[in-house]
């Protein structure tokens, strides 16, 4: 009996695509070093800073975002009620709230906005336009920065800067205990 229902689940699971945001919070999105250690490669990456309404209003029909609700630790809290015994699609569609934006307490620090689409083509990815949505792009510690230290100098920067000339591109670095941004 089950095994129909999981099948068929993880088929309409397979119909949605997700894009996941930091925000900012507590810190700002950008000065968050377990980001920068996940997700950023390791601070040799980039993180692109969007307007989120121009982002929003570019959004394909059938999209769901939101921000992401944190609860307590994920064995207490873990709603296991969430029990597919219904048509899976509307299953999905009845509690999207609960299957894509609720995650652990543990992942907090991440002040995570996440877009959610379904589309009725899984192998076919989804494209969101951010045309007029890009604000900035913030470079940390560019692996070809040279000896001197200085972000502006490295092949990343200079690459960056022809790809985007209109667009700022910043350098995140600490002053004393904080994290700041720098133009050049």
Known sequence: MYGGVIEESS???????????????????????????????????????????????????????????????????????????????????????????????DWSYEQEFRIVHRTDHPDIPVYISIKNALNAVVIHAPKGTPDDGCVFNSPEYIALKNMIPNISILSLGKLLTDLSLSDS
């Open 11 to 105: 088929k309409e699971l397979r119909h949605y695509q997700q894009m996941s945001f930091t925000m900012n919070g507590k810190r700002d999105g950008f000065a968050i070093p377990a980001m920068w250690g996940h997700y950023g490669d390791k601070g040799t990456g980039v993180c692109l800073i969007f307007d989120k309404a121009v982002l929003l209003a570019n959004l394909p029909h059938q999209s769901y975002c939101n921000k992401i609700t944190y609860f307590g630790d994920y064995c207490s809290d873990f709603d296991s009620s969430i029990i597919c015994d219904e048509d899976p699609k509307k299953f999905f569609k009845k509690n999207i709230d609960e299957i894509f934006f609720k995650k652990s307490e």
